[in-house]
C-alpha cells in the first residue's frame, strides 16, 4: 500500500523559516518524480514545486511566489522528500501536500498545516 | 504567469450530465489533468492526459481536450460526485504547473 505522511508544519512568524518532511512508502521511491502542493485555508490548490527522480537528473521546478525562497530536496536512502521553507510570509500559510509522479499526482499525503503568522 | 481558467460552481440534478470546462493557452500542445476533492479530503486523479482514466475511477467520468479547452465530464452525475473539480496543466515550457482555480460541483 503505497503512503505519504507530511509532517514539520506549525505556526511561524512572518520571515521565519520551516522545513517539511513527506516520509514514503509502498513504491520505489528513488524512481518517482514528487510534488509539493497547497492549498490556503478555503482556496483552491496552489503547485509549488516538484523534483524529478535522480536518474533523469534530480532537477527541480519552483512556482514564482516561491522560487528563491523553497527549496525542495530529496533522501532516497530515507524515501523521504524535503520542503525547505525560508523567508516564510503570511501568504505562504496553507496546508501543504507532497504527491508522486510527474504530471498525474497517483498519490498524495493527508497534508501538514503551516501558519505564518504574528 | 499562466492561468487556466474554470467556471467557480456548476449544479446538476442526481442522474443529470455534468460538464466542467477549463481554458488555457497551451492546451492545445500540452495535456489536461483534472482531480476532485471532497471536502477536508486530499485530491484524486480522474482523468490523466486529457481523456484517459485511472484504474478504480468510475466510467461516468470521461474527459476531453479541444483548441484551448478541455472538458471533464460526468454522466449520470451522483450525490457522492459533489466535490470541488479541479483542471491542471503546465504552461507552454513544460516547467510551470498551474491549478485552475476549481469548480464547485453541486448535485441535488
Known amino acids: 500500500e503505497v503512503q505519504l505522511v507530511e509532517s514539520g508544519g506549525g505556526l511561524v512568524k512572518p520571515g521565519g523559516s520551516l522545513r517539511l518532511s513527506c516520509a514514503t512508502s509502498g513504491f520505489t521511491f528513488s524512481n518517482a518524480w514528487m510534488n509539493w502542493v497547497r492549498q490556503a485555508p478555503g482556496k483552491g490548490l496552489e503547485w509549488v514545486g516538484r523534483?524529478?527522480?535522480?536518474?533523469?537528473?534530480?532537477?527541480?521546478d519552483y512556482a514564482a511566489p516561491v522560487k528563491g525562497r523553497f527549496t525542495i530536496s530529496r533522501d532516497d536512502s530515507k524515501n523521504t522528500l524535503y520542503l525547505q521553507m525560508n523567508d516564510l510570509k503570511t501568504e505562504d500559510t496553507a496546508v501543504y501536500y507532497c504527491?508522486?509522479?510527474?504530471?498525474?499526482?497517483?498519490?498524495w499525503g493527508q497534508g501538514t498545516l503551516v501558519t505564518v503568522s504574528s | 504567469s499562466y492561468e487556466l481558467t474554470q467556471p467557480p460552481s456548476v449544479s446538476v440534478s442526481p442522474g443529470q450530465t455534468a460538464r466542467i470546462t477549463c481554458s488555457g493557452d497551451?492546451?492545445?500542445?500540452?495535456?489536461a489533468y483534472w482531480y476532485q476533492q471532497k471536502s477536508g479530503q486530499a485530491p484524486v486523479l480522474v482523468i490523466y492526459e486529457d481523456s484517459k482514466r485511472p484504474s478504480g475511477i468510475p466510467e461516468r467520468f470521461s474527459g476531453s481536450s479541444s483548441g484551448t479547452m478541455a472538458t471533464l465530464t460526468i454522466s449520470g452525475a451522483q450525490v457522492e460526485d459533489e466535490a470541488d473539480y479541479y483542471c491542471?496543466?503546465?504552461?507552454?515550457?513544460?516547467?510551470?504547473?498551474?491549478f485552475g482555480g476549481g469548480t464547485k460541483l453541486t448535485v441535488l
Open positions: 523534483i524529478k527522480s535522480k536518474t533523469e537528473g534530480g532537477t527541480t
Open positions: 491542471y496543466s503546465p504552461d507552454s515550457s513544460g516547467n510551470q504547473w498551474v
Open positions: 504527491s508522486t509522479g510527474g504530471a498525474a499526482h497517483d498519490y
Open positions: 497551451a492546451l492545445p500542445k500540452k495535456y
